[in-house]
């Protein structure tokens, strides 16, 4: 059963938003200062930077392939199963971890306050959004949306009246540690932006995802990251270094500086609603983990199951709600540590996809977003990810390695027998060795997606594309010779002389020239008969010589229909001239493998469909 396509731009800048901004600034500032000193803020906004290089991986495979699991998807289509199986679970792991830190923090507040025991209340909490995460997801993004905007809310007026009250002198022993030790705290703090992961794991469920996926998904990173380094920079200089050295609630400690006990209450009130967006949206994300695992068969079925009242998938939602609360037994810092490390890798993994996907030159895979700079950026920022994961100590990366060993040996054990897709290395290998490893399998499906994406509905046209005649030529030919072929192949499907169809094709072009452009031509034919119409479609790569005005024509559409199909031909002619008005169609057209790849250059065509 699919997911239902609730969620709009502000809903996915709210769950971004929501899903960053909770443990990673209102506990972590205290525990980064003492690693690095006052150029705190300065790891901030390098973890940001980095982040943004993963981001505009994520944007692309997101509005490429919008599905349940996001880089668990993406990975397994490009790196293949076992690469995915071992991200899918790694990521599932990441994000329960911070959903975890951010209900451990719920529960601090609430134990100050009220003195709750801290799992009673931990496992109180995760409880809560469990249920709200079954009623649905636009239950679940409404709500986001209310806590986010209360939560910006009191942030910008945290910004407002801390910044008057800012002390530069706190900043003097700026980076005690060296600067070498602002680099290695971005790896430690990188954690703090494992919320841009969640997009991707919920994309199937974005309407309009290939423009509201990187509106939403930007605009997040740019506030947080903004709103990060402004937090730290107040934290540092109105908190006395050797309080902020010791706290796990620093926003706090220093808004009671200069809005006194009420700064503390308003602080305490939007480290709660963090807390909360952070715990609602990280289940809300980390369960469709183990949902897009089961629904390709690397788990077992039954967790991918979806409740057909609020379209959910309640299993995987249940027992991401059990990993969470296995959780709450963590050491602190080896679990912030392990989940920067484990989010690191994912974004590595993401950075070798678009790598292999674009390498391997598919012709489906069709992003409404492309990462810039490529393949600098990717290559550039797997280099600075691999720094920052040997610098989180030997410990975080037995870890961590503990984590990809199991996950490889479930694939081994499990996997690797239900497993039965295509995918994009085997068709790189391929290219480079000059042999066919794959079939057009992943094509297919990736053609499912983009008609799901751009929610294609198929006309009357489409099936005549689908039912056309295709033929792929390598030399170059005349018109004459070409249209003897054409007449050939009509003549066999209209049961019509070949020779007539021949004389139609000579007497139309002999009226005026049918070749539209360098590059295309579209002969088209009124025969005799009722309900007749039929279309052939030609690649030749040499081209074929119209006139001398159009000596290598390459993409040729004929039209061949009885009077009574008048309308629908003028159809066909409109839909073509769109197809053929994209900027990319020739070089799509001349990169397509096969007659299945220009068959789906033709159906994935942005045009009006009747």
């Known amino acids: 059963m699919e997911l239902k396509k609730d969620l709009k731009v502000i809903d996915v800048f709210s769950i971004a938003t929501g899903a960053m901004i909770s443990s990673g600034i209102f506990i972590l500032p205290g525990i980064a200062f003492a690693r690095v000193g006052p150029a705190v803020f300065l790891s901030y906004l390098l973890a940001g930077v980095l982040a943004l290089a993963g981001a505009f991986s994520i944007a692309e495979l997101s509005s490429a392939m919008p599905k349940a699991g996001g880089d668990y998807f993406f990975i397994t289509r490009s790196l293949g199963p076992a690469f995915g199986t071992v991200s899918g679970l790694l990521s599932w792991f990441a994000l329960s971890l911070k959903t975890a830190f951010a209900i451990i923090g719920i529960s601090e507040i609430l134990y100050v306050f009220w003195g709750w025991n801290l799992i009673f209340s931990a496992l109180l909490m995760t409880a809560i959004f469990l249920i709200i995460n079954i009623l649905g997801v636009k239950e679940s993004a409404k ?32 980076a005690p540690r060296g600067l070498n030790s602002i680099f290695t705290t971005a790896g430690f703090v990188f954690v703090a932006y494992g919320g841009l992961l969640k997009i991707a794991s919920i994309a199937e469920e974005i309407d309009s995802p290939k423009r509201t996926i990187p509106l939403g998904l930007f605009s997040s990173l740019f506030v947080v990251t903004i709103l990060y380094s402004l937090i730290t920079i107040i934290t540092v200089g109105t908190v006395e270094p050797g309080t902020l050295r010791n706290s796990i609630t620093p926003i706090a400690d220093s808004a009671s500086v200069f809005l006194g006990k009420p700064g503390v209450i308003l602080l305490t009130i939007a480290a709660l609603l963090a807390f909360i967006s952070t715990g609602n949206a990280g289940i809300m994300a980390a369960s469709r983990y ?24 309640i299993v995987s939602i249940l027992i991401t709600g059990l990993l969470i609360s296995l959780s709450f037994l963590l050491q602190l810092d080896i679990l912030v540590k392990t989940a920067s490390t484990v989010v690191i890798l994912t974004y590595i993994l993401s ?26 950026i990717q290559i550039i920022s ?9 610098d989180m100590g030997l410990l975080v990366i037995l870890i961590s390695s503990g984590l990809i060993l199991s996950g490889t040996i479930f694939y081994l054990l499990y996997g690797r027998k239900k497993y039965n897709q295509e995918y994009a290395l085997l068709d790189f290998i391929g290219r480079i060795l000059n042999r066919k490893f794959v079939s057009d399998n992943l094509n297919s499906e990736l053609k499912q997606i983009l008609s799901e994406r751009d929610d294609i509905e198929f006309d009357r046209f489409d099936h005549l594309v689908n039912d056309a005649v295709y033929q792929d030529l390598d030399g170059c030919l005349n018109r004459t010779e070409l249209f003897q072929k054409i007449a050939d192949s009509l003549s066999k499907r209209m049961n019509i002389p ?18 539209i452009t360098d590059f295309i031509a579209v002969p088209h034919i009124i025969v005799e008969g009722k309900n007749l119409f039929e279309m052939v479609i030609v690649r030749c790569k040499k081209g074929v ?38 900027t990319d169609f020739q070089k799509l057209w001349m990169l397509a493998g096969n007659t299945n790849e220009l068959r789906d250059i033709i159906h994935l065509a942005e045009r009006h469909r009747h």
């Open 382 to 390: 797997i280099v600075l990810f691999l720094l920052l994961i040997v």
């Open 143 to 174: 709500f986001e949306v209310i806590i986010v905007m209360s939560l910006l809310a009191i942030i910008l007026f945290y910004l407002f009246k801390g910044f008057p009250n800012v002390e530069i002198i706190k900043f003097q022993d700026f």
């Open 498 to 515: 070949a020779d007539k169809l021949f004389q139609l094709l000579e007497n139309r072009e002999a009226e005026s020239s049918t070749a």
């Open 290 to 313: 183990p949902f897009a695992l089961s629904r390709d068969k690397l788990l077992p079925e039954f967790i991918s199951r979806v409740n057909r009242r609020s379209k959910t998938p």
């Open 545 to 582: 010589w119209f006139s001398d005005e159009h000596p290598a024509v390459k993409a040729i559409f004929v039209l061949a229909g009885s009077d009574d199909e008048r309308n629908f031909h003028l159809k066909a002619l409109s839909a073509i001239a769109q197809i053929s008005m994209r």
């Open 351 to 376: 950075q070798a996809s678009i790598i292999i996907l674009r390498e391997s030159k598919l012709a489906n895979y069709r992003p409404s977003y492309r990462a810039p700079l490529y393949p600098w």
